[in-house]
């Protein structure tokens, strides 16, 4: 790619006006990960020739990972204009209303893509992936089998399949399919180690290397299997997100944790590596391993435990609840599951409760701003860093009585640790075809019923936390 771009802005350098070559160039540098530049290339490209199809498709699926996605629905439109029976403009412009949720929409043209060409594999897996959003599992299946006849190398339609029977409780299946999300670029980059990859084999006598990958979020829940690893293996490293090396070295003493090394392809002191996602596909098949297990499995240190006591105890008398309310990357895609402060008001007004809060990243004028509003405090010290302080924040959470947040990391964290956990919003494959997350036997589910919104169900856990004795 490197090379690619080069010869590129060689040609650039004997005719600076010629579209083609800034599309391809472009092409270059998204494949590099360059998105920015990308982008400036490609608008370089449809400035110099409006005319230039490609260079509009290419421009809106840029704009749509840049979530600008009304720009991004325009770029295809044009592109659409100027080449109505091209099967991949169709595509692209349904991939960009799918980014926008409008499932229904995008669907009718993938189904247009198809009927001019019946063989494309991605808009077969990308109607699968909008059916599947609108309720029809067993025809996504169905269109993930079709693509993968027709490409059955093509990685995001392994992965989707895989999540797919995740989510109706076919495990087994399921974990070989999300064995693709690196290959499919759904979990960001794969690392390399020098070292055969485990697939499950005995451990016996072998020094394991197992590292963290996507979210810390992920990365937790995950986390639930390193001792099963550890039991079986002479040793074990773990390398993770430093935020969480304390905490995971406290709760893992039988392993050495620690970040990344600088060269992450050379680990002298393992013979095997595995992501630690990976885990799942040898020690959870089948529903029944989840049995039994633990209600916490992470330590947190009980000298900031006992500082925190005194701190939490000084608030008052009440039910003490830490909050969480959305993610830090909220995306179009991501917005509907999670909550904007404004809308707890329920919750505010729920008698004898002490609310702290647990959102992390920039959300300070949200809480004043709630505060003043409902005229409710929600406590918080300006001494813990909630973004990386993941040790003292366990800390806290201990003398929590119950926390409430969406799909994060802080509902991750707080469960882990054996906290009772409310978890708001929709299901997702992490229940593995159940009514729980039986990850943790320390969450309840309060999902929508009945085309309730978020709202609604913030209201519903309001009638229930009014109910719980203080």
Known sequence: LAEAEACHRAALARGGDRAPIWNNLANALSRQGRAAAALTAWQRAVLLDPALPEGWSNLGGGLRDA?????????????????????????????????????????????????????????????GLAVQRLGDGGLAERLYGWALRVAPDLALAHFNRGLLRLERGALAEGWAGYGWRFASGQAGGARQPRMPAWRGEDL???????????????????????????????????????????????????ALVRPPMP??????????????????????????????AAGGWLVPDPVRVALWRERVAALGPGLRVGIGWRSALMTESRRAAYSRLDQWDAL???????????????????????????????????DLDLTDDFDGTAALMANL??????????????????????????????????????????????????????????????????????
Request: net charge positive; aromatic share 8%; hydrophobic share 45%.
């Open 401 to 470: 009585d119950l926390v409430i947040a969406p799909a994060t990391a802080v509902g991750e964290l707080a469960a882990a640790l054996g906290v009772p956990v409310w978890r708001f919003g929709g299901r997702d494959w992490t229940q593995l075809g159940s009514a729980v997350r039986p990850w943790f036997a320390a969450q309840r589910l309060f999902q929508p019923q009945g085309g309730e919104d978020i709202p609604g169900v913030l209201r519903r856990m309001a009638r229930q936390l009014a109910r719980c004795p203080i």
């Open 204 to 254: 016996a006598g072998k020094r394991m290397l197992i590292w963290g990958e996507q979210g810390v979020g992920d990365t937790i829940l995950f986390s639930s299997l390193c001792a099963e690893a550890i039991a079986r293996a002479r040793s074990v490293v773990i390398e993770t997100d430093r935020r969480l090396g304390p905490l995971f070295a406290r709760s893992f003493p039988a």
């Open 263 to 292: 060269d992450a392809a050379t680990v002298p002191d393992c013979d095997l590596h595995t992501p630690i996602g990976s885990l799942a596909r040898v020690f959870r098949r089948e529903l029944s391993a989840f049995a039994g």
């Open 67 to 127: 979530e600008r996605l009304d720009e991004a629905e325009r770029a295809h439109r044009r592109a659409l204009r100027l080449m109505p029976d091209e099967p991949q403009a169709n595509n692209n412009f349904g991939h960009a209303l799918q980014a926008r949720l409008r499932h229904t929409e995008a669907a009718r043209w993938f189904r247009r893509a198809l009927t001019l060409d019946p063989g494309y594999a991605a808009a077969l897996c990308n109607l």
């Open 348 to 382: 505010f007004a729920v008698p004898g409760v002490v609310f702290v809060n647990l959102q992390y990243g920039a959300c300070e004028a949200e809480r004043v701003a709630a505060e003043a509003r409902f005229a409710v405090a929600i406590h918080r010290w300006d």
